[in-house]
């Protein structure tokens, strides 16, 4: 009898390789340039094929997302907080209506963060980020976070050197205390190459539906490209904690970036079991009672 292909530790029982596994990023030095940002890890296929998996993996989600919501509605505590963090162009945007779209637009909080307004810069750093974290049972979707005070903050010198290497600390002592009230938080950087930066600004001026997207700053901004960079790989390593891992989403092929988040959202929430709330109330009563009205 043929002897059974050895598994690797990235699929489960069922032999599908868990794309969180495949993705999330591994403790240590972080080398984000040696990440192929054009790769597609664990999915085989092309371009179509993934479009069709979409189709069939955005029923699931919303199902899970219903349940959530549903666990919320109920007394229930869990939430989901997906984080996207990227350079500009990198699909933020794209995920958020490609994935979280599919979805109940009930049970999700959207929030992005810019540049800190006057009130905002009046507080500590993560003022802002408490006020938009999700309720129990929602998925809270932040474009943009904390780490823009670790990475663009650090590389424009917008605060002390002292004060941002503090701040991993404190992000992953906040990051903890989310979790441990029932938060699950995934944390994706959406990586791409600044070839394909590059291109798609260039689509952006080519077509007068998209050039309300660019922004000239834009492009100064690449030229920061590798000291955000080393920025980046800093605050993946030094925040990549066990309760709050990071997923590096190689993102140059948009339809392998939506097809990897959105996979690594619903394993996020299949891990959480989710069951549809029991009634407080006789299910068989009640349907007696409304069968004797009129
Ligand atoms: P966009 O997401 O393209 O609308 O751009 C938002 C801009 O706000 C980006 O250039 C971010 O780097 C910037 N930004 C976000 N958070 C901060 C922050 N805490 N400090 C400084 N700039 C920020
Ligand atoms: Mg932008």
């Known amino acids: 009898m043929p002897k059974p292909a050895a598994k690797d ?5 069922t032999g599908v390789t868990r794309v969180s596994d495949r993705l999330r990023l591994a403790p240590g030095p972080v080398r984000l340039q040696k990440v192929d940002t054009r790769a597609t890890p664990g999915f085989q296929g092309s371009k179509k094929d993934a479009a069709k998996a979409l189709q069939l993996l955005g029923p699931r989600l919303a199902d899970l997302q219903e349940r959530l919501f549903a666990e919320g509605r109920t007394g229930g505590s869990r939430s989901i907080l997906l984080l996207l963090q990227g350079m500009d162009t990198s699909g933020k945007g794209g995920t958020i209506r490609h994935v979280v779209g ?12 810019k540049a800190p307004t006057p009130e905002e810069r009046r507080h500590d750093f993560l003022w802002r980020i408490r006020r938009a974290l999700p309720a129990p049972g929602m998925i809270g979707v932040f474009d943009r976070s904390q780490y823009e005070d670790v990475v663009v903050v650090r590389v424009r010198n917008l605060v002390e050197p002292r004060t941002w290497r503090r701040r991993y600390a404190t992000i992953n002592r906040f990051e903890e205390s989310l979790v441990e009230k029932g938060t699950t938080v995934v944390k994706c950087f959406l990586h791409i190459s600044k070839h394909e930066q590059r291109s798609r600004l260039l689509s952006r001026l080519a077509s007068p539906d998209k050039l309300w997207k660019f922004n000239p700053g834009d492009i100064d901004s690449r030229a920061e490209w590798e000291p955000l960079m080393e920025a980046y790989a800093d605050a993946l390593e030094r925040c990549n904690t066990a309760t709050a891992p990071w997923y590096v989403v190689p993102a140059d092929r948009k339809w392998y970036r939506n097809w990897a988040i959105m996979n690594i959202l619903i394993e996020q929430l299949e891990a959480l079991h989710l069951e549809w709330p029991r009634p407080d109330f006789d299910v068989e009563a009640q349907r007696q009672r409304l069968l004797a009205s009129d």
């Open 9 to 13: 530790s990235s699929e489960d029982e």
């Open 102 to 113: 599919e979805v109940d637009p009930q049970g999700v909080t959207i929030r992005s963060f």
